[in-house]
C-alpha cells in the first residue's frame, strides 16, 4: 500500500481503488492500494474522515486497513477524505512536543520516556526530575525555535544512520525515520509533522508533577495552547473581579481573602466555643441524663459540647447533630449504649468508655424513645 501521508502530509483527499473488502465483526475491512489516512502512531492519533462517503470508524495502525460500517465493491476506485484540521492540530501539538524534548534532552541529558496525546494538550513523561528554572528556559527555547521558523525536516534511512546522533524510545533496526529540527532536536519518528516550526503558533507548559522518580509534562501547542491562554486568562478576569484585583494580581487578591476568611472562621470557632459553654451551664440545673438535638454543629463542636457536659454531671449525656452523634458519661461505660444504639438504627459508631460518637439516620422521636427505655441512658 502506497502511504500518501509522508509525501503529503496536507493531502486531505484522494483517489484509491479498493483491494479486498471482508466482514470483520460488525463493520468490514477494506485494504486499499493507497492511502492518505494516517493510521497513528508515535503517539499521534489516528486520522478522522471518509472513504467512498462512508465514515472511517477505525484504522488499524499495524496494516492501515480501514474499518467501515458498510461494505464497497472491490475493484471500484472511490475518493477519500481527511480531516485536515483535525489532523493539523495534532501536527503541531507533535511538533511542538518534538522542540520541547530536544530543548531537555540538550539541557539535562534525559530522555522522553512516556508519550500520550489528546485534542487539548500532550502529555510526556521525562526520564529526570525537573524544576521551574529549567522548564522555563526549555519553554522558552522551543519558542525561540517556533518564532525562527525551522525547518522540520523527516528523512528515511534503510539503516539507522551512522555519525548522527538522535533521541528514541526503542532500539531500531532497519529501515528508520528520523525527524530533525536544526540545532534543536534529531529524533527518530513515524508521526506527521509541521514543514516548518512557525507552523506551530506557540508551545506551553500547562502542569508539571512527579513521575515515577522523573517529571510528567502536560504541555499545549498551537491552537490547543491558545484555546487554554483564552480559558485561563478569561477565568484570571472573572476571579479579578471578584476579589477587586488587577489580572497580574489576582493571587494577592485571593491571599488577602483567605486570610480574611481564616480570621473569622478563628472568630467563629471561638464564639461558637462560647456559647457552648454558655448552654452547658444553662444545663447545669436539669437534672439525670441529658438528650440534646443541636442543630449546624460541627464535629468537632459536638464533641467539645458533649465533654464540656460530661464533666459537669455524673449522668449520660446524648447530644445529635445533622446525622451525628456523641454519647457520653464521665463514669460508667457508654459503649453498650452506642452499641446498641447504632445496631437499632443501622448506624456506625464506636470510642472509648467515657465517649463515643458517629452517625446514625433516625428521627428525633425514634431516637428519645429508644433511649429513655435503654437501661444505660441513665
Known sequence: MTLLYYDNQRLSEFQARVLSCVPDGKQYRVILDRTAFYPGGGGEPRDR???????????????????LPEPLTIGETYTGAVDLP???????????????????????????????????CVTF???????????????????DAVMTNLPVDTRWY????????FRAKKTFQGRTRLVTVPGVDVCACCGLHMAYT????????????????????????????????????ETNRAVG?????????????????????????????????????????????????????????????????TLTLT????????VFSDGRFCIGRASGDVRVLTKALTAAFHGRGGGSAVLTQGTVDAAPDALSRFLHKHPDFI
Open 125 to 143: 513523561d521525562w526520564s529526570l526530575p525537573l524544576d521551574a528554572k529549567t522548564l522555563t528556559r526549555a519553554e522558552d527555547e522551543a519558542n
Open 198 to 233: 512557525g507552523e506551530i503558533g506557540s508551545v506551553r507548559i500547562l502542569d508539571v508533577m512527579r513521575y515515577k522518580g522523573g517529571t510528567r509534562v502536560t504541555i499545549a501547542a498551537g491552537y490547543q495552547a491558545l484555546l487554554d491562554a483564552r480559558r485561563v486568562g
Open 49 to 67: 474522515g471518509s472513504f467512498g462517503g462512508v465514515e472511517v470508524t477505525d484504522i488499524d495502525e499495524r496494516t492501515g486497513d480501514l474499518l
Open 311 to 318: 464533666e459537669r454531671r455524673e449522668n449520660t449525656v446524648a
Open 158 to 165: 534503510e539503516q539507522p544512520p551512522e555519525g548522527i546522533v
Open 241 to 305: 473581579r471578584l476579589v477587586s484585583a488587577k489580572p497580574y494580581e489576582t493571587a494577592d487578591g485571593v491571599a488577602r481573602l483567605l486570610a480574611d476568611r481564616d480570621a473569622l472562621k478563628a472568630e467563629r470557632t471561638q464564639l461558637r466555643k462560647t456559647l457552648v459553654d454558655l448552654k452547658a451551664t444553662l444545663l447545669d440545673a436539669t437534672p439525670g441524663a441529658l438528650l440534646l438535638f443541636e442543630d449546624g454543629m460541627t464535629p468537632d463542636e459536638l464533641r467539645h459540647f
Open 86 to 120: 483535525y489532523r493539523l492540530a495534532f501536527m503541531r501539538a507533535h511538533t511542538g512536543e518534538h522542540l520541547m524534548s530536544g530543548v531537555l534532552h540538550r539541557i539535562t541529558g534525559g530522555d522522553n520516556v512516556g508519550f500520550h496525546m489528546n485534542e487539548q
